[in-house]
């Protein structure tokens, strides 16, 4: 039997799709979906998106051909066991750009526009918080970007929409991309220092973590706003507390933190300049029918011994260890 352990859900079309292909969808019986070792020993392919897995997990996987990944980002797996044992990662890196992209600027307004507080207002019966509220125009404002990638690039595509000015940072893409978006290519000290708004699209690397630190957030405008779709680990959360608490940022918008959960009482749950959603940017209905669909046809291409696309570690696909004669 092919069997496809899912580590957490997926769309509906993703189950049917791998069944169709003769493959054996099963979630993962672990009640937090953190470790699966004890029952992927059987399984052929592997999906999973936020939660790891682990170097044990992967070397306790006897038959696995492929770790599916919902998403863009593969930090949660060990890609180095997995190319060394020659199972190929892939990813979904077109899936959720819109939802994320969105969700990015749906955070940027509940901020500005102080919805959660107005919420509560009405329902408190607060007639006077209409002259209290610090609404915030984003129309003509500066709008910065911290990552070029996919999404970073969609998301100033909808800010500009919105009448902002955009600026970006990324050593890493052409100046082609800016151009062609009406994105202005600036340095990360002259983007903290522009920016009304800035916003973090990063993946998570030795080179990212901790990127905004006191430092960085020392150099942003005073009053400026702060939202993260990205990874937790590139903001150093305790200089962000503090930069909330001192008032020097206005305001900021997370969808992620560095645990899976933020803990009962967590400084940031305490902060009313702070919204915060738990990891659902890339969420929607949409984006997970999209992840689904991509996820089964890339593990259905595997299982039948065709190179997939969105292959993470392409050194895999040459090594892996079902093919030829030389066994892993």
């Avoid at 993962?28 to 399984?43: F, N, Y």
């Avoid at 595509?157 to 082609?176: E, K, N, T």
């Avoid at 522009?194 to 990212?208: N, Q, R, Y």
Wanted: glycine share 8%; charged share 20%.
């Amino acid at each position: 039997m092919v069997e496809c352990l899912i580590v957490q859900p997926i769309h509906q079309i993703g189950h049917d799709i791998l069944r169709e292909a003769g493959i054996v969808p099963r979630m993962a019986r672990s009640a937090d979906m953190s470790d699966v070792t004890a029952e992927i020993e059987k399984a052929t392919a592997v999906a999973t998106r936020n939660a790891g897995l682990s170097t044990a997990a992967i070397l306790a996987a006897k038959n696995l051909k492929v770790i599916a990944v919902q998403g863009i980002g593969v930090d949660p797996v060990d890609v180095g066991t997995a190319t060394q044992r020659g199972i190929p990662v892939i990813n979904t890196p077109f899936a959720n750009v819109q939802s994320v992209a969105e969700h990015t600027i749906a955070l940027l307004l509940a901020l500005t526009k102080t919805i959660v507080a107005a919420d509560r207002a009405v329902r408190c019966r607060d007639k006077t918080y209409r002259y209290r509220a610090p609404l915030v125009e984003l129309a003509g404002k500066v709008f910065g970007v911290i990552g070029f990638g996919r999404i970073g690039q969609a998301t100033a595509a909808l800010a500009r929409q919105m009448g902002m000015r955009v600026i970006a940072f990324s050593p890493s893409r052409s100046s082609d991309v800016f151009e062609k978006l009406g994105v202005v290519r600036v340095t990360l000290d002259e983007l903290l220092s522009s920016s009304d708004f800035v916003s973090l699209h990063l993946p998570a690397t030795p080179t990212t973590e901790g990127l905004i630190g006191r430092k960085q957030i020392g150099q942003m405008k005073l009053g400026a706003y702060l939202v993260n779709t990205g990874r937790a680990s590139t903001i150093d959360e305790a200089a962000l507390i503090d930069g909330l608490s001192s008032g020097r940022i206005a305001g900021a918008g997370l969808d992620v933190f560095p645990e899976a959960s933020i803990r009962d009482g967590h400084p940031l749950t305490m902060l009313e300049n702070v919204i915060l959603t738990p990891h659902i940017a890339g969420s929607t209905v949409e984006a997970m029918e999209r992840a689904a669909r991509s996820l089964a046809a890339g593990i259905i291409a595997v299982v039948h011994d065709r190179k997939p696309d969105h292959l993470v570690n392409p050194q895999a696909w040459q090594d892996r260890w079902w093919a030829g004669s030389e066994c892993k």
